[in-house]
């Protein structure tokens, strides 16, 4: 009894303790979340977090992004792109591969025609951006990235090897020898790339036409004669083609090479491609501007595009279009869509040229150098085009003249031959395909070796003749 009744005691003073405390206690709940807004806009002031902010490390983006897209490359892409450790498969042929970002093009534009040899192929990619851009795409790529995987591609079946560049590590498949090594490049133009003397080392140099061959004769790359095949430019085949003189012009292709700033190679105008375009414009010409996908590796470039970009995005009628990215009036184009498009075209010495003309129709060549004969003497395509000086002071002008006559038209037929390899009633198509299945099927490395030594040697033995 005495147990309960300090039991209930006990609690009785509990809870007036409790009744007590409350006010207090609401007090608290109140005013808490007040001083930590008071305390939020202490911070907020520009002096407090003037005085908090040299404490804090500055919120980089760009730095972020950049770590960000490191370690997607490094951890989560190679999971989900992984490189190829067996090959399991046989192949008929072979495309090898390997490029900087964004250089997917040189081996994209060949693609088509070596569906049309015949047989079973993979596009063996040396590098994941690049084999995750052709798997995105749709084609068949093989991320191949050891030496070992390379010489079981070697044994896979394929007796020809396609390239489409002169990168570093084709040395790494030519030297399997018992193949045959195809070089096609990527486009054919005066640029020192169209002679390089690394094409040596391949067994077979596809050429668009005659010129190809004696512009590696003429600057001194010293090509065994029987490596040359003339495959023309396939990619022409779907051009349509000008029979006579171009009277009006309404539309101007303007593409532009890109310059190289490491190497000081300044064969290009996309300085000046801005003034251009404006002048083009102003004068009543509809534009395609197309400038080298590697001019947006370059900053100074890459605004001139833009700003190209912007001129066509805020003029109000249809001025002009350019073929790459952003833009509400802008997009993508093949090449060949441009040049069917157009009726005229404006150009530094990119590769893009010979592709112009095999359509017959005029075209402009900005001079890098203000030296015309210097020009035609290492340019031999610029003998059919019409001459505009570096800076383009007078565009307008020689676009204008045409309606008086474009009395370039025959030059430009006689050349189209000597530099696309192809007449007027023959498909650049079908001779790249002919002349390919034919160094598939029937070409043999030690015939033509045993062929030029009896050439070299005659009937004495080579120890003799040493």
């Given amino acids: 009894m005495r147990g309960l009744k300090r039991f209930v005691r006990n609690g009785l003073i509990g809870l007036l303790a409790l009744a007590l405390l409350f006010p207090f206690f609401l007090l608290a709940l109140i005013t808490l979340p007040l001083l930590l807004l008071l305390a939020g806009v202490a911070v907020l002031t520009p002096a407090v977090r003037k005085k908090i902010s040299k404490g804090i490390p500055k919120w980089n983006s760009k730095k972020f992004n950049g770590t960000a897209k490191k370690l997607a490359n ?54 994941l951006p690049n084999h995750i851009d052709l798997v995105r795409s749709g084609y068949n790529s093989m991320f191949v990235k050891t030496l070992s995987v390379v010489d079981q591609l070697s044994r896979s079946g394929a007796k020809t090897v396609f390239y489409t ?85 309404k539309t101007v292709f303007y593409a532009t090479t890109w310059r190289d700033h490491n190497n000081g190679d300044d064969a290009g105008s996309i300085e000046n491609a801005y003034h251009a375009v ?91 150098l203000n030296d015309h004969a210097a020009l035609i003497a290492q340019n031999p395509v610029v003998r059919a085009a019409y001459y505009v000086d570096r800076e383009m002071s007078q565009l307008a002008k020689p676009l204008g003249e045409i309606s008086k006559g474009d009395h370039l038209f025959d030059e430009r037929v006689r050349l189209r031959k000597y530099v696309l390899g192809v007449d007027l009633d023959e498909s650049p198509v079908d001779l790249f395909v002919s002349t390919m299945k034919d160094v598939m099927q029937n070409y043999d490395k030690d015939a033509v070796a045993a062929e030029r030594i009896k050439k070299e040697y005659g009937n004495r033995s080579i120890e003799a003749s040493i």
């Avoid at 066509?312 to 279009?321: C, W, Y």
Wanted: some cysteine; aromatic content about 10%.
């Fill in 278 to 368: 404006q002048q083009l414009v102003e004068n009543g010409y509809r534009v395609i501007f197309r400038p080298h996908p590697y001019s947006m590796k370059s900053s100074v470039d890459k605004a001139t595009i833009e700003r190209i970009c912007e001129f066509f995005d805020n003029s109000e009628a249809d001025v002009g279009f350019y073929c790459g990215i952003a833009g509400k009036k802008n997009g993508l184009m093949t090449i060949a869509e441009c040049i069917n498009e157009s009726d005229a075209m404006l150009s530094d010495v990119t590769s893009v040229l010979s592709d112009w003309l095999y359509s017959n129709k005029p075209y402009f060549i900005i001079d890098p």
């Fill in 165 to 249: 560049n002169n990168s570093v590590k084709n040395s790494q498949m030519v030297r399997h020898r018992h193949l045959t090594h195809v070089q096609l490049l990527h486009g054919d133009s005066d640029k020192p790339s169209s002679f390089n003397p690394v094409t040596t080392m391949f067994d077979i140099v596809g050429v668009a036409g005659q010129l190809g061959i004696d512009r590696y004769l003429n600057n001194g790359v010293p090509i065994l004669p029987e490596k040359f095949r003339i495959i023309s430019r396939p990619q022409c085949g779907e051009l349509g083609v000008a029979t006579e003189p171009t009277k009006v012009i």
């Fill in 74 to 127: 490094k951890h989560i892409l190679p999971k989900l792109y992984p490189a190829t450790t067996r090959v399991m498969s046989h192949y008929d042929f072979i495309v090898y591969f390997d490029g900087p970002l964004g250089a997917t093009y040189q081996v994209k534009m060949w693609d088509p025609f070596f569906s049309r040899l015949g047989g079973s192929y993979v596009i063996a990619t040396r590098e």
